[in-house]
T-cell receptor, first 116, second 109 residues
Framework: ETGVTQTPRHLVMGMTNKKSLKCEQH?????MYWYKQSAKKPLELMFV???????ENNSVPSRFSPECPNSSHLFLHLHTLQPEDSALYLC???????????????FGPGTRLTVL | GIQVEQSPPDLILQEGANSTLRCNFS?????LQWFHQNPWGQLINLFY???GTKQNGRLSATTVATERYSLLYISSSQTTDSGVYFC???????????FGTGTSLTVIP
């Protein structure tokens, strides 16, 4: 595998289900991100992990719970979602070279989530 | 936070035509990237260009950081260039990238 991979690519879930999205980066980077892209909207940053520590949480509802066990893997745990959470969820990684500078980002193919 | 505006929002081109996409931002930036999002949602890196000019085949980009804008040039457009083009900036205050609203490009044969 190369670059940034995400699984599953498509997910349909009910509002009472619990599911997880997985992201893995094979680039040796030290920062990883979750973004949400709703239809016809720009990407919205959800979470940032820098050296496995969460550094940003942009007012994301608690029904989204991130986990970063190591610098190569990032998960997004989902529970009791709402239909308006249906969107494309994108993972990215980058190499942080200096304090407060996140450098070039590389994206995975995304997980298209539908909440019924 | 920083504002990132892209223009035009929509663009339809005949195959073979040239175009210029613009990204304006409201504050000083450390980094700037251009992406192409294909119809399947994949974001493809085009340029990492905090300043200056770069070229890659039919595409080139210029960022004038002091005047807070960046331009993406597409020459001899092809149908495979269709999709949405995003710019993303990291402000000098750091800590995250902010994406523009995108330019939706359709190239017709």
């Amino acid at each position: 595998e190369t670059g940034v991979t995400q699984t599953p690519r498509h997910l349909v879930m009910g509002m009472t289900n619990k599911k997880s999205l997985k992201c893995e980066q094979h680039l040796g980077h030290n920062a990883m991100y979750w973004y949400k892209q709703s239809a016809k909207k720009p990407l919205e940053l959800m979470f940032v992990y820098n050296f496995k520590e969460q550094t940003e949480n942009n007012s994301v509802p608690s029904r989204f719970s991130p986990e970063c066990p190591n610098s190569s893997h990032l998960f997004l745990h989902l529970h009791t979602l709402q239909p308006e959470d249906s969107a494309l969820y994108l993972c990215a990684s980058s190499q942080v070279l200096a304090a407060s500078s996140y450098n070039e980002q590389f994206f995975g193919p995304g997980t298209r989530l539908t909440v019924l | 936070g920083i504002q990132v505006e892209q223009s035009p929002p929509d663009l339809i081109l005949q195959e073979g035509a040239n175009s210029t996409l613009r990204c304006n931002f409201s504050d000083s930036v450390n980094n700037l990237q251009w992406f192409h999002q294909n119809p399947w949602g994949q974001l493809i890196n085009l340029f990492y260009i905090p300043s200056g000019t770069k070229q890659n085949g039919r595409l080139s980009a210029t960022t004038v950081a002091t005047e807070r804008y960046s331009l993406l040039y597409i020459s001899s457009s092809q149908t495979t260039d269709s999709g949405v083009y995003f710019c993303a900036v990291e402000p000098n205050t750091g800590n995250q990238f902010y994406f523009g609203t995108g330019t939706s490009l359709t190239v017709i044969p």
